[in-house]
């Protein structure tokens, strides 16, 4: 399947949860851009704000629509709904 959309995760590098993220896009050949904000408040605030107000790692976006934390993308992964997002473009 070939990726239609544009995936980015806001992580720090020590965060067990944003590995666990990462490993499932890596195994799914999903391609990404990953932001690392260990440290950089002025770049947590705008994810936040991207996010509607989250502040915690990971922050995973589709397309520029939030779709949640590490849980968050594990669960529509158990759906099937993670693969419709990245490689079904909706028209």
């Not at 896009?25 to 996010?51: L, P």
Request: glycine share 8%.
């Amino acid at each position: 399947m070939k990726q239609k959309s544009k995936v980015e995760i806001y992580t720090w590098d020590h965060c067990p949860y944003c590995q666990k993220t990462i490993q499932l896009f890596d195994n799914k050949g999903i391609k990404y851009t990953r932001y690392r904000i260990d440290g950089d408040e002025v770049a947590r605030e705008k994810m936040s704000i991207r996010a509607g107000g989250r502040k915690t790692v990971p922050q995973v976006f589709v397309d520029d629509k939030h779709i949640g934390g590490c849980d968050d993308t594990h669960v529509l992964d158990s759906k099937g709904e993670l693969d419709k997002l990245i490689f079904e473009k909706a028209t």
